[in-house]
């Protein structure tokens, strides 16, 4: 018996697209899935005192981990350092997410030479860090702190800093740390 073409192409056709649709689809083998993203990322900076010809304190190093802050420190400090082991760096300035310290800290900084004094640590941020941060808290004499935002804005303000208002919120491109 012989079909009549005008219903065989457009059979053909439909089986061709979906065996083309089967093909394309992605498989379901567990193998072939994205590894999940760490929710909790830890991130720290260690920081020289004397500032640089461009005024801005030498980072020693930066590293982030999903582990902890302390394996974080260690990276940057560019050397390994026991959960156990104090830090011998001294912590300046953690970055929150959200307002009222919540979120989680998403940076710290930390400074080779003690806690903070009149001039302080000049830090800047990562581009991501800056476009997040909502609050503050300085450690070690760290009690002020002068912000630059994104939008070029200027502002200083009293540690710990549970909001820092509409200029600010998501907006840290750099700040200068110290003691007042």
């Known amino acids: 018996m012989r079909r009549p073409r005008r219903l065989v192409v457009p059979v053909l056709t439909a089986c061709l697209a979906l065996a083309g649709a089967l093909a394309a689809a992605p498989a379901s083998s567990a193998g072939l899935r994205p590894l999940p993203v760490p929710e909790v990322q830890y991130c720290a ?55 009222d310290y919540g979120g989680g800290v998403i940076y710290s900084f930390f400074g080779d030479a003690g806690g903070c004094d009149s ?10 860090v800056a476009l997040s941060v909502s609050s503050m808290k300085g450690y070690n004499n760290c009690n002020t702190v002068h912000l630059w935002s994104t939008l070029s804005k200027e502002e200083t303000l009293g540690l710990p800093a549970s909001y820092l208002g509409p200029d600010f919120n998501e907006a840290v491109r750099e700040l200068q740390v110290f003691h007042s």
């Open 119 to 128: 001039t302080g640590y000049h830090l800047v941020n990562y581009f991501g």
């Open 45 to 99: 900076a260690v920081l020289g005192h004397l500032p640089g010809a461009d005024g801005v304190s030498p980072v020693l190093g930066r590293a982030c981990s999903p582990d902890s802050a302390a394996d974080a420190l260690a990276l940057a400090d560019h050397r390994p350092r026991a959960a156990e082991q104090p830090a011998d760096r001294t912590l300046l300035l953690e970055e929150y997410k959200d307002v």
